[in-house]
């Protein structure tokens, strides 16, 4: 165990929030596709376990584990890309997403901007539609460049019998 400093604090009290939330979301969720058919349990379990993942590397993360410093880096890079096409949807945050998208439908382009506090999780392969979202979670990109830049198993080590 090591130090942590506050700003890692922040980010392991993120990913267990957002990581709570989701659990408890994700459950509901469970609950709701179990009366309508248990095929649909099998959409659901994975999130659950996401999510289950991110409370757990978050407390290791806060405790400053080896674990916590290695797997929230990544599970925070995971978060940063934000893409929905008419065939496929790739988004999902644990704490916070904060960023720009560019909305793409025929001709037409639309900038935005959004904000969100808790968990959400957006995978599934589909057809249908003619919108295109491309934008990243600026949230997640600080929270990967805080962890790395602190975390000293990301720092390059010096070579034996360099001077």
Sequence with gaps: MGKVSKTTRFFAAM???GGALGIAIGIWLAAQALSQSWLYIFM?????????WSLYTGIRLWRGDSY???WAPILFASQIPIIATPGATVHWFTGAQF???????????????SANVGANGQFFLASG??????GINLFAAI??????RSNKSFKPKPL???A
């Design 15 to 17: 990913l267990m929030l």
């Design 44 to 52: 659901v379990v994975p999130f659950i376990g996401l999510f289950v």
């Design 68 to 70: 916590g410093r290695k």
């Design 99 to 113: 960023g720009p998208a560019l909305k793409l439908a025929g001709q037409a382009v639309e900038a935005t901007l």
């Design 129 to 134: 539609g003619d919108q295109t979202i491309l």
């Design 143 to 148: 929270a990967l460049f805080c962890l790395v």
């Design 160 to 162: 034996r019998g360099s």
